[in-house]
């Protein structure tokens, strides 16, 4: 007879696949954590990567009800909480007897609401859910549910009402965690991992879910990590989803050296997100030398005013400076951006599009605003201030390509759908990238496309 897996983890699919994200080349982190952490506590579990794996509802019902598992559970962005709340009420049709908790940022920035909303959940996980998921699952496979008003992090139903248990204490020892579980995931070709958690910055559309403190892993452990993803799996590409990737400067030097004295950096090319006023010519020779290949970071807005108002930290100087020395590496580069901050205009905008050609990194992203739950543009656009007078009830209107969650007095979602497109154009066009447009005129037709219909969706309502 075929032993029953305790615990089901999810990364519910998406509807349909326009970007990237919807069907990455890597696998969920957070899961990957999970799963390591519910095996060392002695629980057998099981990994459905739906967006990895490329797998249906349907699909993914399926294997569910095969494995037959007592406990579920489902991470979730916020434009996907619609759909991982239908997966859940699936289950429960046909299994009743499992319990459905969900995690991820929705749920750790709304939890109150998120449990109220959708009956389906029969718990939920704030915040960084290593131990608090682990301990829940026990109560419940353990029958021992009375527990669970004991456990640190925790939200449950009581009586038809909502009750958050104190929030769980941040995991201070990162070394004390396991490797994530990869071998439940299937091939990945971009191992994804992080060394620290937490960004000390204030920018205001980010909830900051890791905190403010920045918590490290030490260099060995992460170098360990690296090795042994390269050993194990045959990992060649790896990158970091650290929020500000080498905030300290001495564990960095650290780092890398251990990087190169091992000679780990002729086996793996690696990838980071990061700050721009942090960057230097001899930091980035020795990223270079350590196998580092592309640096990514968050510009945001052209428009020097704007980068005051939305607490950036960091002025256009900055990103000017950091492109041109990161280019002057040998280090390819992507510069992100958003449309939509508060107060911003048709002038604001087109300085943002006007300096992502400027600046010429090699790869460029442009977003439109999303008041995330927990940010304070989610606050300002509840209040319907600094210009904003939308705040869209549906959750799937929370994506930052096409998203439609918001707009401002001065400049309508139609108006933001249009900057958008030039956006990109201006930066392809301006700077002759030829093959490189092709490319992602190929690479991203799906997004482009959906992108188009969202506009003149939003053009014909506002005419």
Not at 358 to 382: F, Q, R
Not at 394 to 422: H, P, V
Request: glycine letters at 8%; a positive charge.
């Amino acid at each position: 007879m075929k032993e029953r897996t305790s615990v089901v983890l999810i990364n519910p699919p998406v509807r349909a696949i326009v970007e990237e994200y919807d069907a990455p080349p890597y696998g969920h982190l957070g899961l990957a954590y999970l799963s390591s952490a519910l095996r060392e506590g002695g629980l057998s579990c099981a990994v459905l990567d739906a967006k990895l794996a490329r797998l249906n509802r349907n699909d993914l019902v399926k294997v569910v009800l095969d494995l037959d598992p007592r406990i579920v559970g489902i991470s979730s962005f916020t434009h996907e909480i619609k759909i991982a709340a239908a997966l859940a009420e699936e289950i429960k049709k046909k299994t009743p007897w499992t319990k459905i908790v969900i995690g991820g940022v929705h749920a750790s920035s709304l939890p109150a609401d998120t449990i109220r909303s959708f009956p389906s959940f029969d718990y939920l996980v704030k915040g960084e859910g290593e131990r608090a998921f682990l301990k829940l699952s026990r109560a419940i496979l353990n029958g021992d549910e009375e527990a669970v008003p004991a456990i640190p992090g925790v939200c449950y139903r009581k009586d038809g009402n909502a009750v958050l248990v104190s929030p769980a204490p941040r995991i201070s020892d990162l070394d004390s965690l396991k490797f994530p579980a990869w071998d439940l995931f299937p091939k990945m070709r971009i191992f994804p991992v992080m060394s620290s958690r937490g960004c000390p910055y204030g920018c205001v559309f980010c909830a900051r879910m890791m905190g403010e403190e920045v918590r490290v892993r030490s260099p060995e452990n992460v170098a360990e990590e690296l090795r042994y993803l390269n050993e194990r799996f045959g990992a060649k590409r790896v990158f970091f989803y650290d929020e500000t990737f080498g905030f300290y400067r001495e564990w960095l030097d650290k780092f890398l050296r251990l990087l190169i004295d091992s000679k780990l950096n002729r086996k793996l090319r690696w990838g980071i997100t990061t700050r721009a006023h942090l960057l230097d010519g001899p930091i980035l020779s020795k990223l270079k030398e350590a196998g580092c290949v592309k640096i990514d970071f968050g510009v945001e807005s052209g428009n020097e005013q704007v980068l005051s108002v939305i607490k950036k930290g960091e002025r256009l100087e900055d990103f000017i400076r950091a492109a041109r020395l990161v280019k002057k590496a040998g280090i390819e580069s992507q510069s992100y951006f958003i449309l939509g901050h508060p107060n911003e205009t048709r002038k604001t905008a087109a300085d943002t599009i006007d300096f992502a050609a400027k600046l010429n990194t090699d790869h460029v992203s442009i977003g439109i605003m999303v008041p995330y739950p927990g940010t304070e543009v989610a606050e300002m656009a509840a209040k319907g201030a600094m210009g904003y007078k939308k705040l869209s009830p549906d959750w799937e209107d929370y994506n930052k390509q096409l998203g439609n969650a918001l707009e401002l007095e001065s400049i309508s979602g139609a108006d933001l759908t249009r900057y958008q497109l030039s956006g990109y154009l201006k930066f392809y066009v301006r700077n002759v990238k030829v093959v490189p447009f092709l490319r992602s005129l190929w690479k991203y037709k799906r997004l482009i496309f959906a992108i188009m219909v969202k506009g003149i969706k939003n053009y014909l309502a506002y005419n």
